[in-house]
Nanobody
Framework: QVQLVESGGGLVQAGGSLRLSCAAS????????MGWYRQAPGTQRELVAR???????NYADSVKGRFTIFRNNTKNTMFLQMNSLKPEDTAVYYC???????????????WGQGTQVTVSS
């Protein structure tokens, strides 16, 4: 089994910063891509940022220049540094990882439980 646990969400004023963390644990052999997604009430879950094991990143246009994704492959952790936050960034943020477990050869997608980010105006 593989578990993803997010932390770091909270309430912040517009223009402020937060750092989200995601820790992967369990029967992990390797992790390919990791990413952050978010979902606001009444909307579909959307990609915020993604990073593959080689360090290549991509971002949603709405967060480019404000958010930075990075990871520690040794510790199976991933982070999202969010600066210049806007009220429209308010959402539940989910960690996602494409993981090969020690039990086989296939990669599967796993999700964390989500962490709430609220940006007040």
């Amino acid at each position: 089994q593989v578990q993803l646990v997010e932390s770091g969400g909270g309430l912040v004023q517009a223009g402020g910063s937060l750092r989200l963390s995601c820790a992967a644990s369990g029967s992990i052999f390797s992790i390919n891509a990791m990413g952050w997604y978010r979902q606001a009430p009444g909307t579909q879950r959307e990609l915020v940022a993604r990073i593959i094991s080689g360090g290549i990143t991509n971002y949603a246009d709405s967060v480019k220049g404000r958010f930075t994704i990075f990871r520690n492959n040794t510790k199976n952790t991933m982070f999202l540094q969010m600066n210049s936050l806007k009220p429209e960034d308010t959402a539940v943020y989910y960690c996602n990882a494409n993981v090969r477990s020690t039990m086989g050869y296939a990669f599967y997608n796993y999700w964390g439980q989500g962490t709430q980010v609220t940006v007040s105006s």
